[in-house]
């Protein structure tokens, strides 16, 4: 008799700005990193991965997953490879313990996941959509483990990804041991300790695709040498300062160490060699103003930081949300993205003694601006991407 009941289970898991740079990689075939980070992950109202992953002894063929309505290859690529293996370890583990469990561990996993925001953006999408499939198929098959032990695995997928299956402020401890055993993440504080920590996203057209985040880090490990003190030394020193900082919701603080390893990261970048230029020149008026908003306060209100890419990320505080937010509404008032919960709370300022210069490219070069906030981990959801005959279904 042949059984074909259709397993699902579904989560969305969100997107994580970091504030102390993953950059650079110990062991690339265990996708360790040289140092540690720490991200603040973002409320899921505005960026998030909604997966379904699904199995059945049914499904014929191999492994599938469909993204944004694409198939994707999986088959070839290792590190998803890595990620779906370890998971039916762990399943078959559980079989062998209990016989009466279903052999989920043997079944083909189809997998449908979708993105709630533009590819076309421009954002990372790795460590929403790693953690997202981690997640979801670590549901579907009962697995026991914490997000800090699934977080080895989502690492394997891609490194920022172990930070987004936790909400709030998230450490990834790089780890000393050879196996990776201890490189894991770990939420430091939850959304609740400072839940009024606030992010305007600049997206920022770039005219032709950058180096990827995977190489560009290996070029820099093996030729900048300033990669080495940041490593070795001065990473450390301002994990335990940020760490700090977050606990005593010390804006000023937790913005000075968000800018200057930001700077520090893309300085590693510019040593590299051949070197690596992700900021342009609208990334550059974002930073130029922040710092006016802050030399305007008199304090430091607004911190910017940048990925592998030129948009600009800006954390700020609600109750600074005129004096920093509303500056840039002011100056961006034609792009979209101001819509939505975040969005429609932001007053609009005035120029804010931005330089006509600044406020031009930024005019010029801002695509689109996302407004959003700290938030919670992964979500368990009962819409299903899939339906209960295994047929994708778009909802
Ligand atoms: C600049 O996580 O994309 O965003 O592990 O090779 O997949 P891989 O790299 P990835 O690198 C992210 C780098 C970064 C900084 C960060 O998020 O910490």
Known sequence: MSDNTVYRASTTAPVNIAVIKYWGKRDAALNLPTNS?????????????????????????????????????????????ACLQLLKRFRHDIEVKNPSAPKLSTMPLKLVSINNFP????????????????????????LPHTPTQLSLV?????????????????????GTAR??????????????????????????????????????????????????????????????????????????????????????FHAT?????????????????AMNAVETCNRKAGKLIAAYTFDAGPNAVIYYEEENEKLVAGVFRYVLQQVKGWEGEYGAQIPSNEQGGLEAKTVMTLKAGVSRVICTGVGDGPERVEEHLVDDRGKPVRI
């Open 179 to 264: 196996d990776g055993s201890d490189s894991i993440a770990e939420e430091i504080a939850p959304v609740s300790h400072w839940p009024n920590l606030k992010a305007l996203i600049l997206v920022v057209s770039a005219d032709k695709k950058g180096v990827a985040s995977t190489a560009g880090m290996q070029t820099t490990v093996e030729t900048s040498t300033l990669f080495k003190t940041r490593a070795e030394s001065i990473v450390p020193q301002r994990m335990e300062e940020m760490e700090a900082a977050i606990h005593a919701k010390d804006f000023a603080k937790f913005a000075e160490i968000t800018m200057r390893d930001s700077n520090s």
């Open 37 to 81: 980070s720490l991200s603040v992950t973002l409320s899921q109202k505005s960026l998030k991965t909604h997966t379904t992953a699904s199995c059945s002894a049914s499904y014929t063929g191999a492994d599938s997953l469909l993204l944004n309505d694409e198939p994707e290859d999986i088959q070839s690529n290792k590190r998803t490879q």
């Open 119 to 142: 590819t076309a953006a421009g954002l990372a999408s790795s460590a929403a959509g790693f953690a997202a499939l981690v997640r979801a198929i670590a549901n579907l098959y009962e």
């Open 154 to 174: 989502a690492r394997q997928g891609s490194g920022s990804a172990c930070r987004s299956l936790m909400g709030g402020y998230v450490a990834w401890r790089a």
């Open 269 to 285: 970048c510019l040593d590299s060699w051949p070197p690596i230029h992700y900021l342009n020149d609208v990334s550059r008026a």
